[in-house]
T-cell receptor, first 115, second 111 residues
């Protein structure tokens, strides 16, 4: 139980294009999903908190117009990187569950490479 | 500000020996401290957690120690196996119950 998937697992895009990353809870309903980014050999940095049916809450320094988050259902949240640039290349990881840390389950991550 | 860091970026341990991974944290107001394991190209995997009112907790082959006096957290892995090779992150929760990750220690298992 408590399986979280991400799609795609890897994506390469050209600079200036937009990329959508999906996070799904496969066998449970997630009232809250968190989005993190991780640069090579670095730690995970929380980008935003996504609550089903409401607007996402972004961490300080994260541009909400660049990283669009939609949490349309209890099993799906999407992160869209708009007008992607090479510096957006990173490993994007979601977690799904509730707001409680011990009720969050991490996805396998999506490797984004912007050329 | 909140930060969680680690003393060593890389740790090499002989297979079968015990591993000790250390972590220093700055936010003394956290209720929980957590250790995660991340294998290459994958998301973090929960290993063990400890509440702030405890100083030791044991799991299967793992033990977490918390020293609040010096703001130090450690993870001990007994009889380290090749499958333990990964990056280990300490983390703590903030007042909003969000997870704040440390910098990570890569554990190498020597044959």
């Amino acid at each position: 139980g408590a399986v979280v998937s991400q799609h795609p697992s890897r994506v390469i895009c050209k600079s200036g294009t937009s990329v959508k990353i999906e996070c799904r809870s496969l066998d449970f309903q997630a009232t809250t999903m968190f989005w993190y980014r991780q640069f090579p050999k670095k730690s995970l940095m929380l980008m935003a908190t996504s609550n089903e049916g409401s607007k996402a809450t972004y961490e300080q320094g994260v541009e909400k117009d660049k990283f669009l988050i939609n949490h349309a259902s209890l099993t799906l949240s999407t992160l869209t990187v708009t007008s992607a640039h090479p510096e957006d290349s990173s490993f994007y990881i979601c977690s799904a569950g509730t707001r409680r840390y011990n009720e969050q389950f991490f996805g396998p991550g999506t490797r984004l490479t912007v050329l | 500000g909140e930060s969680v860091g680690l003393h060593l970026p890389t740790l090499s341990v002989q297979e079968g020996d015990n591993s000790i991974i250390n972590c220093a944290y700055s936010n003394s107001a956290s209720d929980y401290f957590i250790w995660y394991k991340q294998e290459s190209g994958k998301g973090p995997q929960f290993i063990i957690d400890i509440r702030s009112n405890m100083d030791k907790r044991q799991g299967q082959r793992v033990t977490v120690l918390l020293n609040k006096t010096v703001k130090h957290l450690s993870l001990q892995i007994a009889a380290t196996q090749p499958g333990d090779s990964a990056v280990y992150f300490c983390a703590q929760t903030n007042r909003d119950d969000k997870i704040i990750f440390g910098k990570g220690t890569r554990l190498h298992i020597l044959p």
